[in-house]
C-alpha cells in the first residue's frame, strides 16, 4: 500500500532562518506531488505541485521554493523566512498517470512557527 | 478568488442526529468532487468523491450530493457521532492537459458534535 511521510511534525524557526520540509512517497511510481498551505482556520493554498523530476510548478509568488530531485520526494525550502510563512503545511500526493479525477492524499502536516 | 466556498463556516450537532454540510462552487466546468475531513493537527482524510455524471453517492454513514444545476454539493453524515467532530472541505478538480490535475479546496466547515 502506497503511504507519505511528512517531517518534522512541528517547527520553530527565527526569522531569516533557512527551511528544508521533506516528503517522501512510499508504494508507488511517478506521482503527482503537492505542497499546500493552510493558515489557522482557513482553506488549503496550492503552493507548488509536480508532475515528475525536476519538473515544479508554481502557484503563487512568495518567499518559498520547491524541488523534486527523485520520483517519490519533494522538498519544500526557502532560504530566509518571513513572519507570514507560518502556518500548516501538507504535502499531497496523486496517481498521475492512468485514469484522472482521482483523489489527493495527504501527508501528516509540519506546523511551522517563525518568530 | 476561490471558486468554491461554504454556506455555513461551523455547524453544532447533537449526537445522533444528522448533518448536513453544504458547498457552492462557481466552475461548471469542474467534473470531479471530493470530500475531506480534518482532525485538528492532521492532513485531510478522504471520506467520499463524485463524478459529474453523478447526482449522489453513498459510503459508509455518509451520502454526498451534487446538483449541477445550482452547483452545490452536500456532504449528508447519518448518526453523527463524537468522532465526526472536525472541519470537512470541499474540493472540486477541473481537468487539466494530459493526466495532470489539480484540486481547488473550500474554506471548510467546522464540524461540533454535542454528547
Known amino acids: 500500500s502506497q503511504t507519505i511521510h511528512q517531517w518534522p511534525a512541528t517547527l520553530v524557526q527565527p526569522v531569516g532562518s533557512p527551511l528544508s520540509l521533506e516528503c517522501t512517497v512510499e508504494?508507488?511510481?511517478?506521482?503527482?506531488l503537492y505542497w499546500y498551505r493552510q493558515a489557522a482556520g482557513r482553506g488549503l493554498q496550492l503552493l507548488f505541485y509536480?508532475?515528475?523530476?525536476?519538473?515544479i510548478s508554481s502557484e503563487v509568488p512568495q518567499n518559498l521554493s520547491a524541488s523534486r530531485p527523485q520520483d517519490r520526494q519533494f522538498i519544500l525550502s526557502s532560504k530566509k523566512l518571513l513572519l507570514s510563512d507560518s502556518g500548516f503545511y501538507l504535502c499531497?500526493?496523486?496517481?498521475?498517470?492512468?485514469?484522472?479525477?482521482?483523489?489527493?492524499?495527504f501527508g501528516s502536516g509540519t506546523q511551522l512557527s517563525v518568530l | 478568488g476561490e471558486s468554491v466556498g461554504l454556506h455555513l463556516p461551523t455547524l453544532s450537532v447533537q449526537e445522533g442526529d444528522n448533518s448536513i454540510i453544504n458547498c457552492a462552487y462557481s466552475?461548471?466546468?469542474?467534473?470531479?468532487f471530493i470530500w475531506y475531513k480534518q482532525e485538528s493537527g492532521k492532513g485531510p482524510q478522504f471520506i467520499i468523491d463524485?463524478?459529474?455524471?453523478?447526482d449522489k453517492r453513498q459510503g459508509q454513514r455518509v451520502t454526498v450530493l451534487l446538483n449541477k444545476t445550482v452547483k452545490h454539493l452536500s456532504l449528508q453524515i447519518a448518526a453523527t457521532q463524537p468522532g465526526d467532530s472536525a472541519v470537512y472541505f470541499c474540493?472540486?478538480?477541473?481537468?487539466?492537459?494530459?493526466?495532470?490535475?489539480?484540486?481547488?479546496f473550500g474554506k471548510g466547515t467546522l464540524l461540533t458534535v454535542n454528547p
Open positions: 508504494g508507488t511510481s511517478n506521482p503527482n
Open positions: 499531497a500526493w496523486s496517481p498521475r498517470a492512468g485514469a484522472t479525477n482521482e483523489k489527493l492524499f
Open positions: 466552475n461548471s466546468a469542474s467534473d470531479y
Open positions: 474540493a472540486e478538480n477541473i481537468a487539466q492537459r494530459g493526466s495532470n490535475y489539480k484540486l481547488t
Open positions: 463524485i463524478r459529474s455524471n453523478m
Open positions: 509536480s508532475v515528475g523530476i525536476g519538473q
